[in-house]
């Protein structure tokens, strides 16, 4: 049968959209109710878009405050809110609310060096721009607005001598922000449509590319006793036509001041092979004299993320090693400012760094590291290069140095931290090497919620090595009982199952709904070593597929309580891409739910927008040598798609545009395969929407409990 939703009238889909949420809502109470004897309530979509969403902290310059954000969603008015909180690391004290603000959204906020205000960016006044509060006696004080530009910005820091801030806008290469308003005005007011291209890339991600770039800007700021000031921004890339962050997903970390603010180093990618080349670069500009060098341009793999050490020796980066490969191991190096020579203190550690945070005495760097389905803490010595892990468990962002607070001659870290089991919340460590929770936002709504305890399972999967996964048991679970199962698949493909509270791939939803999960970290995963994770070049449907059958019987010969029998699978991008391979290759499983997955692998590569990243996988373009798009196609082996499956696709995704959802049902549909088609006409490659994604998961359930249950 076909249903749209494009035909409807925005009122129509209002109330739907009501209707739906409204059962939703019955449902969820009476199931919670009637399970309340034994078990508290399994954890809803509902629940998932109505969590408060903590952000990362960050510590004033005398480390006894910290800043941070939180972002909420109100169901009746439909309304995304994020608003600053403060609080004191003492351990046990309660945090506030700066400004209570509904529909606003307030983020990349820093404490100026004094400590007496909080710069961040804001959507307050109606467009992006910098914003300010006081800081007096430990608490905040007036919120007012600082800039005005015709364009938006973001990505704000504050140079270590709080004589300047940097930023970044999208310009016209060679024009003004000013300049650049004006021309989308006209653009805006053309009696002409249409859109032209001479180089690639013409859209990435979720967004046509049509001209402008993310440019980095600084401007000098002044204060007075109850504000800040800012002065003319100069653009430091006016005439490149390349981005600093890079798109899509590149923030602040991709630029920084040096300690003096005689420097800034941004990271950029120039060239008209940006679609076909991961060569991303540092740059250092000279603010005096507007010089720009690139320091590592003799590497043609990426470079990015230049911090530079607090007592100005150094600059460090993380550097790849292997061109086009956007999964390689990132190297933290050492860029000698005085020698102007570099050094890689990490080449024999099989881990990437990520987010970095320099001692005070530049002896030390800690950092976000992605390491067994974890995001660890590390310690990482300069220039040694040895590795201490400090926080171990569960996945770990935004650290920040401060005394301990049960013995003040020790350093500890104050950090947000999430589980399978527990969204972000503030904690800190002590001297002892414990972990203490500092903020508890959603402790209310967590009290009820019964969730299941993922076990670390491990089996031997393809070439005899270890593959780990984590096993769930469903919710309501009794001994001597058996239930159906649902495996995951991760996308990425080089990506991993991490100890996370997920927004959208939430295990707990799957087994809210009385089912066993299995989410296997298969070959091609990270955070398992360089030879575990380029296992899957050249190999889509090959290793990875090898160890995903295995896990089908080593996860029931383990775990008594799987109804092999009644087995699901779902998976979005590369997940998806394995349930449509998976359809071609087995019929072992009763239903499958495709993400976003790709079907035709060949064509993915002409459509797609990131070149490098099918030449890496499948080894050349299709126009030089196209074995492994035809071996590994989905659509090359569509005669064997028999099992029903949901296929679910984003009308704003450009990493695996739509035709391959639609191309992949319409197969299904030919062949008289039980199949269902949804497309969110404004998603991307996930599905952000609180409304959507309650439709998304209540969608999943029924299929799932058509065919399983």
């Not at 799987?562 to 394995?578: P, Q, T």
Request: net charge negative; charged share 20%; hydrophobic share 35%.
């Amino acid at each position: 049968q076909i249903t749209t939703n494009t035909q409807h009238n925005t009122t129509q889909k209002h109330r739907q959209q009501k209707g739906i949420m409204t059962l939703l809502r019955a449902v969820v109470a009476v199931a919670a109710i009637a399970a309340a004897v034994a078990w508290g309530r399994g954890l809803t979509a509902l629940d998932l878009t109505e969590m408060q969403r903590v952000g990362d902290p960050e510590v004033n310059p005398a480390g006894d405050s910290y800043a941070f954000s939180v972002q909420s969603w109100d169901y009746d008015s439909n309304i995304k809110t994020t608003n600053l909180w403060c609080g004191s690391v003492k351990p046990g004290s309660s945090v506030n609310i700066i400004s209570n603000t509904t529909g606003v959204t307030d983020y990349s906020y820093h404490w100026t060096p004094s400590g007496d205000h909080i710069l961040f960016l804001s959507s307050r006044s109606g467009s992006v721009q910098l914003w300010g509060v006081q800081w007096k006696s430990g608490a905040p004080g007036k919120m007012y607005q600082i800039s005005d530009f015709p364009v938006d910005i973001d990505n704000m820091k504050i140079s270590a001598d709080g004589k300047f801030v940097a930023f970044s806008a999208q310009v016209y290469p060679g024009l003004t922000m000013q300049q650049t308003a004006d021309k989308d005005a006209e653009l805006a007011s053309s009696r002409v449509n249409a859109q032209t291209w001479d180089h690639l890339f013409i859209r990435r991600w979720d967004t046509w590319w049509e001209g402008k770039y993310n440019h980095v800007f600084y401007a000098p700021i002044t204060s007075s006793s109850d504000s800040y000031k800012i002065g003319t921004a100069t653009d430091l890339m006016f005439y490149y036509e390349s981005d600093c962050p890079s798109r899509p997903f590149g923030g602040p970390e991709e630029f920084n001041f040096a300690p003096d603010s005689s420097e800034i180093a941004f990271t950029t990618q120039v060239g008209d092979d940006i679609a076909w080349s991961t060569d991303v670069n540092v740059y250092v500009a000279v603010l005096a004299t507007q010089t720009i060098t690139c320091i590592t341009c003799d590497n043609p793999a990426t470079d990015t993320q230049p911090l530079y050490s607090p007592d100005g020796k150094y600059l460090a980066y993380l550097s790849m090693k292997i061109p086009k490969y956007e999964s390689d191991r990132l190297r933290l190096k050492l860029y000698d400012r005085t020698k102007k020579t570099t050094t890689t203190i990490t080449e024999s550690w099989e881990r990437s760094p990520g987010a970095m945070q320099w001692t005070d005495d530049s002896t030390s760097i800690y950092s976000i590291v992605g390491d067994l389905a974890r995001q660890r803490v590390y310690r990482i010595d300069v220039p040694s290069g040895k590795t201490t892990i400090i926080v171990s468990d569960h996945t770990n962002s935004g650290v920040n140095l401060i005394k301990c607070s049960d013995n003040s001659a020790k350093t500890c870290l104050l950090f947000a931290q999430q589980n399978f089991m527990h969204p972000t919340d503030i904690y800190q460590t002590t001297s002892t090497g414990s972990v203490v929770q500092m903020t508890k936002f959603n402790a209310d709504r967590l009290a009820d919620i019964e969730f299941s305890t993922p076990e670390e399972f491990h089996y031997t999967g393809v070439d005899g090595d270890d593959i780990m996964g984590w096993l769930f048991k469903p919710y309501g679970y009794e001994a001597g009982k058996t239930y159906p199962i649902v495996y995951y698949i991760h996308g990425g493909p080089e990506d991993a199952w991490y100890d996370e509270f997920h927004y959208r791939w939430n295990p707990q939803t799957i087994t809210a709904a009385g089912y066993a999960l299995f989410a296997p970290n298969l070959h091609g995963s990270a955070t398992f070593g360089d030879a575990f994770c380029q296992a899957i070049l050249q190999q889509w449907g090959g290793k990875p597929f090898q160890d995903f059958m295995l896990a089908f019987d080593a996860v029931p010969a383990y775990a008594k309580w799987v109804d092999s029998n009644r087995s699901g699978a779902m998976g979005a991008s590369y997940g998806g891409y394995m349930m449509n391979w998976v359809n071609s290759q087995t019929t072992k499983f009763k239903c499958l739910v495709c993400h976003d997955g790709v079907f035709d692998s060949m064509g993915e590569y002409y459509y797609t927008d990131e070149l490098y990243f099918d030449e890496m996988e499948f080894g050349y373009a299709p126009f030089e040598n196209r074995t492994f798009y035809d071996m590994w196609s989905p659509m090359a082996y569509a005669a064997n798609m028999v099992t029903p499956e949901l296929v679910i696709h984003g009308g704003k995704d450009f990493r695996i545009p739509d035709v391959s959802g639609i191309s992949a049902f319409t197969a299904l549909q030919r062949k008289g395969v039980p199949s269902k088609l949804i497309r969110f006409p404004d998603e991307n490659h996930w599905v952000l929407n609180p409304n959507n994604s309650i439709y998304w998961h209540d969608q999943v359930l029924q299929w799932l409990g058509q065919w399983l249950k």
